[in-house]
């Protein structure tokens, strides 16, 4: 409030949840409202924070800009004016990896065979246990499984016993080694629950990785045909989807 007193803008843009009090026009970005669609899957202190900042929205926005048109649909529903909401999907800032990056990588992390990648945080509707479940029943393919990614809240799947020399969870990686992790993947996998855009789908097929992702999600918006599409709390259809995105339909989706 000090720094908008001082500055004076003509317009304020709040581009997370964090809407800042002003008597300025003021421009909102609702990347998702997964809160309400599944609040067990939040705390109870963010899922708070976000129905006041919805109200807040929904009193004070001027114009409301979203990534998908599943959002847009999500922020009507939520009472929203149809009318001031824009979608403008996100972009990204691609980087170009050599295959000597990908092979330096793959041996700092002991990578020696074909991969599934998984990246995101930890969290409930990121679905994990579903796809570990798929991946237990593909245990004569010859792909290992890469998780990349901080720990978020809940209990965390990667905690139960996992294949050592099958399942590599990684942490939190910098963004040269992001791209390298993706662009050495043979398959890429994004099962959640829900999300506002699903940004690593559209960074693995920015590297030409094919894709399993979400059916009935944003998701679907981002891959058009591009990908394969499955009921993501379905093992079976999962492990499916990934046993020919790895094989046959490799080609034709990278």
């Given amino acids: 409030p000090k720094l908008i007193r001082k500055v004076r803008p ?21 990347h998702d409202v997964a809160f309400l669609r599944d609040p067990d899957h939040f705390t109870a202190h963010g899922t708070a924070y976000f129905h006041r900042a919805l109200e807040i929205t929904r009193k004070r926005a001027d114009a409301i800009i979203v ?3 599943a959002t847009a649909d999500d922020c009507v529903e ?26 330096d990588f793959r041996a700092r992390w002991d990578l020696t065979r074909p991969y599934i990648l998984w990246v995101g945080t930890r969290e409930p509707r990121k679905n994990l246990p579903t796809l570990l479940a798929a991946y237990r029943q593909m245990e004569d393919a010859d792909l290992d499984l890469v998780l990349v ?12 016993p996992l294949a050592p020399d099958r399942v590599h969870v990684l942490g939190r990686l910098d963004d040269a080694d992001l791209a390298c ?28 990785t094919p894709v399993v992702t979400s059916a009935g999600t944003c998701m679907e918006e981002v891959t058009g045909d591009a990908g394969l599409l499955v009921e993501p709390t379905v093992a079976d259809a999962l492990a499916a989807a990934l046993r020919t995105a790895a094989g046959d339909a490799h080609d034709d989706l990278a």
């Fill in 78 to 103: 939520a009472g929203l004016d149809a009318s001031l909401i824009t979608v403008i999907p996100h972009g990204l800032s691609h980087t170009p990896v050599t295959a000597d990056q990908i092979e």
């Fill in 10 to 30: 003509d317009i304020i843009h709040a581009t997370t949840w964090a809407i800042p009090p002003t008597s300025r026009p003021l421009v909102v970005t609702v």
């Fill in 149 to 160: 990614g901080p720990a978020g809240w809940g209990s965390d799947p990667t905690d139960a």
């Fill in 67 to 69: 990534p998908s048109q």
């Fill in 181 to 208: 992790a993706y662009a050495g993947a043979r398959v890429f996998t994004f099962p959640s629950l829900w999300e506002g855009f699903g940004l690593p789908v559209l960074e693995a097929m920015a590297h030409g």
